[in-house]
């Protein structure tokens, strides 16, 4: 054997050592810590080192509330201006004769030429009248209101900021990346230890779930700006903040109008589920008609939910449209808006603000009754399919994952799967949060949780890869497919569970049905897009080289489309997630139960342990799909 030849099979050999031995690794170290702790449970050793303090600290804030600098100097004068804000807005909005906001609706809709969009926003501005809950749509859209601007105001300069200031922009992505992570309801969680329960807790969390995506597309749209119109202003003598004022926002304001849009949906979506800090509006007429069984009630205030928000994005896109070519002449406006505050003077001088006597014509009996029938006529499929998502499924998986696998293999295999995925730094995160979970004894609610996670997930992933593939090949099925989307993305989370609860039993499945309908418009949309980026010119070779319109799509076009389809996936995940949480308002159990259970009772010590398991789940839930979009990304991307 020649010296080339050796050290060539030395070379070869410790390839085979190198690819084999993480997978040796992980064969030996599943094996021995199954057989060292099978059958152990988790030792709780830190069951009370988190909630006990924070109980303590919560008990001393109530106490001083009154009395402490850090209230009277700063949260209590803050509370009581958001109060007094939410306040105003709430009494103007009332005060309004009742047809100035449909007709504002209507005016801020139509000055882009849309006018089909505009009178059905109107009307959808209508309904919450005909349905006798004008008034807490009023309080809705107020404390909305209130959330928004100050998302504006801080947001906005910390977008720009960002988009000067690589710096920032560094250190404020992971926060924004953790912020746009975590579900809902955790934010309620450190409100009630710093405010309490009411709408100026729930105005602040709106705010803080809210801020992400103006704090982005404004430093995106900055960023953007072509750097010879910068360039240009700089040569004409104009300083840094004429520039700014000038040149930079006018020419970002598409992007920034987006982020506006995406910020007063989000807040949308947050202030329904505020109920649960005693917010009021239409998400509490929502709970007491899940509390009551109460199908009719619960409908009519869902559509009112849906409604709303169909209004307020249609205004967003119509805001978002700064393309003057497209607008309506001033004249025309001038004249709407004229006639609108005639019709204020009007109605106010002949006492027209409230809205009138048809409220009282009630859609609620005849909603009752189709759900009745509903329910009693689809029980042939509600109840087998609810019966056997519970027992079959759910109830093995938890067992498995409790009771026949051992607690350290499952925190070994994440921590490995971690390791080979992103690296050591996201293998030893994951493996410190994990053990904390199970310290602090939230382990087997948080493996309850992604149970049910993963049903929801593998559910939408069986709808939304097909159907996407279908329509990223079929311009038709796009076609027909685009307002059920649009309508599925523009409906909050929460208005989902209202009639799926109200056609199976009180367990996990609805909250998984609920969380299909939500999360699969993502993994629909961005599979079809993929699909349809794949180039002509492959397409064109796969069928020159004689492949058949099968090997094409499985052998070029999904391999091709699998980085934009994980991207799909790694957002149904995390809308998923957030629906199982919410789910706890409906019997969901896990982890969401807790979570409601800490908020209604003010256990901010339970909340913060709660919310450490959810936040764990989905750092790495997030992270492994994002590395596994990474992998499949071409070579030459």
Known sequence: MTVSTARLEMVAGAERVRRYAPWAMLIVGVVLLQVAYYGDPFPRAWDSLISDPINEFQAWARANRRTHPLFTSFFTPLSNAIDWSLGAVSDFLKWLPWYVVPGATFLLIARTRRYGPAVVAALAAVYPGLVGLWNVTMETLALMAIAVVICLIVGIPLGVAAAFSRRLDGAMRPVLDAMQTVPAPIYFIPMILFLGIGRVPATIATVIYALPPIIRLTALGIRHVDEQAVEASTVFGSSRAQTLFKVQIPLAMPSIMTGINQTIMMALGIVVLATLLGAG?????????????????????????????????????????????????????????????????????????????????????????????????????????????????????????????????????????????????????????????????????????????????????????????????????????????????????????????????????????????????????????????????????????????????????????????????????????????????????????????????????????????????????????????????????
């Open 281 to 637: 509006g239409l998400g509490q007429e929502v709970m007491d008609a899940l509390q009551q069984r109460s199908p009719g009630r619960g409908t009519a205030a869902g559509l009112a939910i849906v409604a709303v928000a169909m209004v307020l994005d249609r205004i967003g896109i119509s805001l978002a449209d700064t393309d003057r070519t497209h607008h309506v002449s001033w004249r025309a406006t001038a004249v709407g808006v004229g006639a609108l505050v005639v019709a204020l003077v009007v109605g106010r001088a002949f006492g027209w603000s409230a809205f009138p006597g048809v409220s009282d014509v009630s859609i609620l009996a005849p909603i009752d009754r189709a759900v009745i029938w509903a329910r009693d006529n689809l029980s042939f499929i509600t109840r087998p399919f609810n019966d056997f998502m519970v027992a079959q499924i759910l109830i093995p998986a938890r067992n498995l994952l409790t009771q026949v696998i051992a607690w350290p293999v499952l925190i070994f295999s994440t921590a490995w799967v971690c390791w080979r995925m992103r690296g050591w730094k996201l293998a030893a995160v994951a493996a410190a949060l994990l053990s904390l979970v199970g310290l602090i004894g939230m382990w087997e609610l948080s493996i309850e949780t992604l149970t049910h996670v993963v049903a929801g997930v593998v559910l939408s992933v069986l709808i939304a890869v097909p159907v996407g593939i279908w329509a990223g090949r079929n311009r038709r099925v796009e076609a027909a497919l685009a307002p059920v989307l649009d309508a599925l993305q523009t409906i909050p989370s929460f208005v989902y569970i209202v009639p799926v609860v109200m056609l199976f039993t009180i367990s996990a499945v609805p909250g998984i049905i609920a969380s299909v309908l939500y999360a699969v418009v993502p993994g629909i949309r961005l599979t079809a897009l993929g699909i349809r980026q794949v180039s002509t010119e492959t397409l064109e070779a796969s069928t020159a080289f004689g492949a058949t319109g099968r090997q094409t799509l499985f052998g070029v076009r999904i391999p091709l489309a699998a980085p934009t389809i994980m991207a799909g996936v790694n957002q149904v995940i995390m809308m998923v997630l957030a629906m199982i949480i919410i789910a706890g308002l409906v019997g969901g159990g896990a982890l969401g139960f807790e979570v409601i259970r800490a908020v209604t009772r003010t256990n901010t010590g339970l909340g913060f342990e709660v919310a450490i398991a959810v936040v764990t789940m989905a750092i790495i839930l997030d992270r492994l799909t994002q590395a596994a979009g990474e992998r499949l990304q071409p070579p030459s991307a």
